[in-house]
């Protein structure tokens, strides 16, 4: 048992390492701005509740010359906000996508469809939820430049709000920068160091339709980190920085929606079934036996008891430079048990056939494709 104990402290404490590094290291855009044609691109489905705060936010922005919106098939008033929002301002327009082809998933033919429709030197994908701050899309293009970059994703600041956001939301972030080097990917172009957050990604146009588009990504339902992965495996620079106070995004309202979201993604992730299930190993042998595990007793219990704090420490550090509720990071047992449910739940949904379930439609796995 003490062998144990100190292998998991040893592990415990190397995500320390990897979390420090990212608070320390993960840089924002900086403040330089640039200058260039930029087409901001909207996919949305459904999205009639969200669409107000983002296009007011998208038409306070210097350098977006337009802004185009996929109505995706909704059946709530989105194209009526839309419409409403492009009589006051001629830069907004509707656009409305042909039915969903076989072997797309919804978003990345919205996000083709929108590309092949715009003009702009430089295309900004966001989501409906996503809010920019005013200088962001200027801070992002002044980034590029100084980076040589075709490729700029920012990872939003999330806004929380509910008992279930401020408890959960967090993990988000845990689950990323617990294994992901960020100060690393800045110096390294190796594709599996690729990584976006589908709420904000710039490319350059003329890169984008010579790499193939959405087109290269379409049967993926992660297809924001593919689509970087594939960026660098051709060998364009792209970088994924910490986007607070460029972008926010509220994602989900409700446990509902933690769950069904989070659902989605957490399997198709993995490019299969050993990288998930050697997740889902670590998950439960570094960042949840301990807490057990300590009341064992002994010097065992007590090497237990000092991994779990360094995995509560992490949490800790992580809600300093996120602004996260500090509570939940002390209630991190709940959280991680959650995330490995949801992780079985997602296994489970693609390997007994059902599919994933999102926005009114279904995607089977392997081969991905609608079913209505």
Same mark, same amino acid.
Request: glycine share 10%; with cysteine.
């Given at each position: 048992m003490?062998?144990v104990a100190i292998i998991?402290?040893?592990?415990?404490?190397?995500?320390?390492g990897?979390?420090g590094?990212?608070v320390?290291g993960w840089?924002r855009?900086?403040r330089?701005?640039?200058?260039?044609?930029? %087409?901001?691109?909207?996919p !949305?489905?459904?999205e009639?509740?969200?669409l107000?705060g983002?296009?007011?936010a998208?038409?306070?922005q210097?350098?977006v010359?337009?802004?185009l919106?996929?109505?995706d098939?909704s059946t709530?008033?989105?194209?009526?906000?839309?419409l409403?929002y492009?009589?006051?301002?001629s830069?907004?327009?509707?656009v409305?996508?042909?039915?969903?082809?076989?072997?797309?998933?919804?978003?990345?033919?919205?996000?083709?469809?929108l590309?092949d429709a715009a003009?702009g030197?430089?295309?900004?994908?966001i989501?409906a939820?996503a809010r920019?701050?005013p200088?962001?899309?200027?801070r992002?293009?002044g980034e590029?430049?100084?980076?040589n970059?075709?490729?700029?994703?920012c990872?939003p600041?999330l806004?929380?709000?509910g008992?279930?956001?401020?408890?959960?939301?967090?993990?988000?972030?845990?689950?990323?920068?617990t294994?992901?080097?960020a100060?690393?990917a800045?110096?390294?172009?190796?594709?599996?160091?690729g990584? !976006?957050?589908?709420?904000?990604?710039l490319?350059?146009?003329?890169?984008?339709?010579?790499f193939?588009?959405?087109?290269?990504?379409k049967a993926?339902l992660?297809?924001d980190t593919r689509?970087a992965?594939?960026?660098?495996?051709?060998g364009?620079?792209?970088?994924?920085?910490d986007?607070t106070g460029?972008?926010?995004v509220?994602?989900?309202?409700s446990?509902?929606?933690?769950? %069904?979201g989070?659902?989605?993604n957490l399997?198709? !992730?993995?490019?299969?079934?050993?990288g998930?299930?050697?997740?889902?190993?670590f998950?439960t042998?570094v960042?949840?036996?301990p807490?057990?595990?300590?009341?064992?007793?002994?010097?065992?219990?007590?090497?237990?008891?000092i !991994?779990?704090?360094l995995?509560v420490?992490?949490?800790?550090?992580?809600?300093?430079?996120f602004?996260?509720p500090?509570? %939940?990071a002390l209630?991190?047992?709940?959280?991680?048990?959650f995330?490995?449910?949801?992780?079985?739940?997602?296994?489970l949904?693609v390997?007994?056939g059902?599919g994933?379930?999102?926005k009114?439609?279904?995607?089977l796995?392997p081969?991905?494709?609608?079913a209505?």
């Amino acid at each position: 048992m003490i062998v144990v104990a100190i292998i998991l402290l040893a592990l415990a404490a190397l995500t320390l390492g990897v979390v420090g590094l990212n608070v320390l290291g993960w840089r924002r855009p900086g403040r330089e701005p640039g200058s260039g044609a930029v %087409s901001l691109l909207i996919p !949305a489905r459904n999205e009639a509740e969200n669409l107000p705060g983002c296009l007011e936010a998208a038409l306070a922005q210097r350098c977006v010359t337009e802004i185009l919106v996929a109505d995706d098939h909704s059946t709530d008033a989105t194209a009526e906000i839309v419409l409403g929002y492009a009589a006051r301002d001629s830069r907004l327009k509707l656009v409305r996508p042909e039915a969903l082809p076989v072997g797309w998933c919804g978003k990345t033919h919205a996000c083709q469809t929108l590309a092949d429709a715009a003009s702009g030197d430089w295309l900004l994908f966001i989501d409906a939820d996503a809010r920019l701050q005013p200088d962001a899309v200027p801070r992002m293009l002044g980034e590029c430049g100084k980076r040589n970059l075709t490729l700029l994703s920012c990872w939003p600041q999330l806004e929380m709000l509910g008992f279930f956001e401020r408890l959960l939301m967090p993990l988000l972030n845990f689950v990323l920068l617990t294994l992901y080097p960020a100060p690393l990917a800045a110096r390294r172009p190796d594709a599996r160091l690729g990584l !976006a957050h589908g709420a904000c990604i710039l490319v350059h146009a003329e890169q984008y339709r010579r790499f193939g588009g959405h087109t290269r990504v379409k049967a993926e339902l992660f297809e924001d980190t593919r689509l970087a992965q594939l960026w660098r495996a051709d060998g364009m620079r792209s970088l994924c920085l910490d986007g607070t106070g460029v972008v926010s995004v509220r994602m989900y309202r409700s446990l509902a929606e933690i769950w %069904s979201g989070f659902r989605k993604n957490l399997f198709p !992730a993995f490019k299969g079934q050993a990288g998930f299930w050697l997740f889902m190993l670590f998950h439960t042998a570094v960042f949840l036996a301990p807490f057990g595990l300590m009341f064992v007793g002994g010097l065992a219990g007590a090497l237990f008891a000092i !991994a779990a704090g360094l995995v509560v420490a992490g949490r800790v550090l992580l809600a300093a430079r996120f602004g996260h509720p500090l509570w %939940s990071a002390l209630l991190h047992p709940i959280g991680e048990t959650f995330v490995l449910l949801i992780g079985l739940a997602s296994w489970l949904q693609v390997v007994t056939g059902h599919g994933i379930e999102w926005k009114g439609r279904r995607y089977l796995a392997p081969a991905i494709k609608e079913a209505a």
